[in-house]
């Protein structure tokens, strides 16, 4: 009988040793937090800033510098400590644009609604030419417009189809859809460069060098034919949205391409339309750009607050500063390194040590391929070909993203890690009436390649990097890398619920008593 009750005390203690325990839940920090997000916001000065004032943000660019060199002072007045700007690269050339005009001039005066694309020059002063319609699509295109091109104004893409609009272009996730999330592997990795949202049926695979290869090619075929301006109409968007990045190249052995600009497809279908009547259409440009080559570098913005007793011990949050020049960065990603700041601002203003220290980083070279992040992770933790550990590498605790727009925080990726999951549904448990209800990714094996947003920099190398889901509103139909992307587009509610969610995730990870669960070590990268 005493052995049978024994046996029973086992089974019984066995499911319970192997539950996780319970995580302490500070409500009187919580409920600071809050209050300073709610009532003391300061999101929409920071954005404020980097969005109409040094926007837009062209990786290397003036207008990057100043905002980098503004949020170095802010964050100084807030006591973070070793605040400066970690160089990074060679990146290549730095690019902005100063000016853009355009306008059909024949048969009628039309005003045209677009902007200049990245790394192309300017028109030196107001330039008038016929178009010709050339659509490029592979290197074979070109013997058909060669000696066709010189002084006008070439249309390199097919005509568009414009499609009417039958769907509301914001969304917030329903409860249904945050469910099923649950259930797929983590869909903050399931984006392109940007965190942009996936939409509609999966993409044809791209062959990355033979793109760039392209670019080039046609780089060099347009200037040397002597094309006056090159114009498409971007990769998405109609009814006077734009969505175009860049044309020509930051890698200074590039070609150099004339100037190129991307217009409104309904701007750009009306002049193919007049060349199919017989007409001639004539359009003129004033557009002005520098390229500056002085300084190859690029650069990350980085501060702390240092911890107390394991000082040593590091939690990250951050996202990226740059941008593309459409906008003026608002969305992708103003808010992101805004709610950064004021989470940060949150945290100095609770006046309670953290032990670990807290490190914010707002990345350069993201919409370039995630290079500031994947510079920064490589020397400070481990290279990636060679997985060989610096002594960093044990004591990064976790880094927290946000770059997916200026949506709400409805939840937060586990990175493929169960045990992690159990943590962060305890810390959310006290934030439902923030409407960050879920943990998602649990199911997801960790990164194998790093794309989408920064955060995979990290799990790319085995260390927690972890993103947040956030409602779309219209990131993905109106703003994200558009003309669009401007302050006004930014819910201030969403930003400021955005700021508290990741306050608490950083205060609670700084002051857990042990660090986060990590996934396995990844093998060195075999190409």
């Known amino acids: 009988m005493k052995r049978s009750l024994i046996a029973l005390g086992l089974l019984v203690a066995m499911p319970l040793a192997g539950q996780q325990s319970s995580e302490p839940i500070d409500l009187g920090v919580l409920n600071q937090i809050k209050w300073q997000a709610f009532n003391n916001s300061q999101v929409m000065e920071h954005l404020f800033y980097l969005s109409d004032v040094y926007g837009p943000r062209v990786n290397g660019s003036p207008n990057h510098r100043a905002a980098a060199e503004w949020i170095v002072k802010r964050l100084e007045s807030y006591g973070l400590k070793n605040v400066h700007l970690e160089p990074w690269g060679p990146f290549g050339n730095s690019w902005q644009y100063r000016k853009f005009y355009g ?21 030196n002063g107001p330039v008038t030419g016929e178009a010709i319609l050339a659509p490029i699509h592979s290197q074979a295109d070109f013997a058909k417009y060669k000696g066709k ?72 075929f347009l200037s040397d034919e002597g094309a006056l301006v090159a114009v498409n109409y971007g990769t998405n968007g109609d009814g006077g949205t734009v969505f175009a990045t860049w044309g020509g190249s930051q890698d200074p052995n ?14 750009y279908n009306r002049v193919v339309r007049l060349l199919q009547h017989g007409m001639t259409p004539k359009l003129t440009f004033d557009i002005e750009t520098t390229t500056y080559k002085d300084n190859q570098m690029g650069f990350n913005v980085v501060g ?21 020049q459409g906008g003026t960065g608002a969305t992708d990603n103003g808010t992101g390194s805004s709610v950064a700041i004021e989470a940060i601002r949150i945290l100095t203003s609770l006046h309670k040590p953290m032990a670990r220290t807290v490190r914010i980083a707002l990345w350069g070279g993201e919409e370039e391929g995630l290079l500031g992040s994947k510079f ?35 939840g937060i990726s586990a990175n493929g890690n169960l045990l992690t999951k159990e943590i962060f549904e305890q810390w959310i448990a006290p934030l439902k009436d923030l409407e960050i209800t879920t943990v998602i990714g649990a199911t997801a094996p960790p990164t194998r390649e790093p794309g989408g947003t920064d955060s995979t920099s990290f799990s790319w190398i085995g260390l927690n990097g972890y993103g947040f889901m956030q409602d779309p509103l219209e990131y993905g139909t109106r703003t994200h890398h558009s003309n669009m992307d401007l302050y006004d587009r930014v819910q201030q509610g969403d930003v400021m619920q955005g700021a508290a969610v990741e306050a608490w995730f950083v205060y609670n990870t700084a002051t857990r008593a042990e660090m986060l669960p990590r996934n396995p070590t990844p093998e060195p990268a075999t190409k």
Not at 262 to 267: G, N, R, S, V
Not at 304 to 324: F, R
Not at 377 to 406: C, I, W
């Open 376 to 410: 920064y992770v490589q020397q400070h933790f481990a290279p990636r070909n060679t997985m060989k550990l610096t002594p960093e590498y044990a004591k990064l605790d976790a880094y927290y993203n946000d770059d997916s727009g200026s949506g709400r925080f409805r």
């Open 149 to 220: 091109l010189k002084g006008k104004v070439v249309l390199i893409a097919d005509p568009k189809v414009v499609a009417m609009h039958t769907e509301a272009e914001a969304h917030r996730l329903t409860d249904e859809e945050i469910a099923a999330r649950t259930r797929v592997p983590d869909p903050s990795r399931m984006g392109g460069f940007g965190g942009a949202p996936a939409r509609g049926p999966a993409p044809v695979p791209v062959d990355r060098n033979a793109a760039l290869k392209l670019r080039n090619d046609t780089s060099k």
């Open 254 to 267: 590039d070609p150099v391409p004339p100037p190129m600009v991307a217009i409104t497809p309904e701007h």
């Open 103 to 123: 306008a059909l001039v024949e048969p009628n005066y039309a005003p045209l609604i677009g902007f200049p694309l990245a790394w192309t020059p300017g028109t």
């Open 304 to 324: 702390e607050i240092p911890g107390t007793s394991k000082s040593d011990e590091v939690v990250m949050l951050g996202g990226h500063l740059d941008s593309w």
